[in-house]
């Protein structure tokens, strides 16, 4: 059974920053692309930033500039570092993964974690 598990949500004031961490663990044969989404209150998911298994990184122009994605794949664990924070950055924070358990892969979602900015 694969599972994500972000962790490093919290409250923050505006400017600071919080980094986010997602371990993939379980019987895991590949990982593809990670990434991180979010969602805020009455509104729908949206892309924060995707990393490939080469580390190419891709990131909504919201965040540019201020969010950094990055992985370890000895850890099989995706980061978000985010800095400058801004109260339209709170929302859940969801961790995203396509995994191959065995040769197929799949998509897989975290809880959430989430994150406060206060003005």
């Known amino acids: 059974q694969v599972q994500l598990v972000e962790s490093g949500g919290g409250l923050v004031q505006a400017g600071g920053s919080l980094r986010l961490s997602c371990a993939a663990s379980?019987?895991?044969?590949?990982?593809?692309?990670m990434g991180w989404y979010r969602q805020a209150p009455g509104k729908q998911r949206e892309l924060v930033a995707t990393i490939t298994s080469r580390r190419s990184t891709n990131y909504a122009d919201s965040v540019k500039g201020r969010f950094t994605i990055s992985r370890d794949n000895a850890k099989n664990t995706v980061y978000l570092q985010m800095n400058s924070l801004k109260s339209e950055d709170t929302a859940v924070y969801y961790c995203?993964?396509?995994?191959?358990?065995?040769?197929?892969?799949?998509?897989?979602w975290g809880q959430g974690t989430q994150v406060t900015v206060s003005s």
């Open positions: 995203n993964a396509d995994i191959a358990p065995a040769f197929t892969f799949r998509n897989y």
């Open positions: 379980g019987t895991i044969a590949r990982i593809n692309d």
